[in-house]
């Protein structure tokens, strides 16, 4: 049982792990480009180590040394055939993204995850892939799912989601397609695949207000040198703590500020926070700075439409943040909460609750009357790294003592998440 108590001051000036999709996306390019890849502060949790480890199994050499990892490439047509089911462990963004891939080899593999993992939908991609000529035999939609490939073809994708795992599933599919393949979503999702298929040296053509994207088909790509930046998902925390704490000065380094990914910047903004961006820059094609936060009289607004896709997994620290701002906030339109690690609507609004927050769940939000004083409870988090790292957020300007039924599963995108937090939280 991990323990938080209330934070009577926050300074400091920390990094955060790299960017859990970009560390992804260089695992599965590097191992189909040709040379080596080489990726610098690479994010050494469970959920991009299940990437490697499945694609160890299909006869790709990557060497690891700490957040320095080294792909040893194959080519387009490298991958050999699995001996063994492929694990995904919990994350979904290695199964469906790793799925357009196995949808274009010349034989068949199992993918698996853990119990979690395998209650998320993958009818999602399944149904692209079906459409581009693969075979795909699940459990009801959901893992265990069996991929027969090969002899893809090329066509143009009306996603009913924006969602970047679904796009880039079928843009690595097309990869290996008889034709040129594109994904039009109903909004723009985060755009690292495409960013990095042109760096690998793809033909790759994009149109964001048509939320249109289109890859030919064998390309030759090209191993490269790539600086991860650090993830806004995991600064996010860091950047809410320093806004509802009181006595805070906090700055974050190196943070990728992808304008498709830093959705909760916009909020933070509108919620009248006061953030400052520092030195900004671009690495390995991505925008990236450096950003303080000070404690902030919030106040509530409104999240919803095209800008959900843009800070998806950073909705429950921003109803953290609600919770602490003055008036009313809502936020709509993000019924995708509902199958990620957990049913992020529910467990939210159970622990706010909890915490004395008036919240009201909706089928795809919250409504959240914030201001009032929060108090210390028993976190419940469902094995959900991102509810566990929220709502220690939470925890340092509430009184008493918050408490934590399993801190463990930050290991899955954050596993110095507590040390972070040791850095700069002072009772």
Known sequence: MYCIKE?????????????????????????????????????????????????????????????????????????????????????????????????????????????????????????????????????????????????????????????????????FAGLFADGKTSVTEPAVSRNHTELMLKGFGASVITDEKKHFVQVEPEPKLIGQEITVPGDISSAAYFLVAGLICQDADILVKNVNINPTRAGILKVIEAMGGDITYLDRRTVSGEEVADIEVKSSSLHGTTVEGDIIPALIDELPVIAVMAAYASGQTVIKDAAELKVKESDRIAVVTENLKAMGCDITATDDGFIINGGQPLHGTEIKTQKDHRIAMSFAIAALNASGETTFDDPSCVNISYPDFFKTLELIHEN
């Open 7 to 171: 934070a009577k001051k926050l300074r400091g000036e920390i990094t955060v792990p790299g960017d859990k999709s970009i560390s992804h996306r260089g695992i599965m390019l590097g191992s189909l480009a040709e040379g080596d890849t080489r990726l610098h502060g690479f994010l050494e949790g469970a959920d991009c180590l299940s990437s490697i480890s499945c694609f160890r199994k299909m006869g790709i050499d990557i060497v690891r040394d700490g957040s320095d990892v080294t792909i040893h490439g194959k080519g387009l047509h490298g991958l050999k055939a699995p001996s063994e089911i492929l694990d995904a462990g919990n994350s979904g963004t290695t199964t469906r993204l790793m799925s357009g891939i196995l949808a274009g080899q010349d034989f068949f593999s199992t993918i698996t995850g853990d119990d979690s993992l395998k209650t998320r939908p993958m009818k999602r991609v399944i149904t692209p892939l079906e459409k581009m000529g693969a075979t795909i035999d699940s459990e009801n939609g959901c893992l265990p799912m069996t991929i027969h490939g090969g002899k893809l073809h090329g066509i143009d994708y009306i996603s009913p989601v924006a969602s970047a795992q679904v796009k880039s599933c079928v843009l």
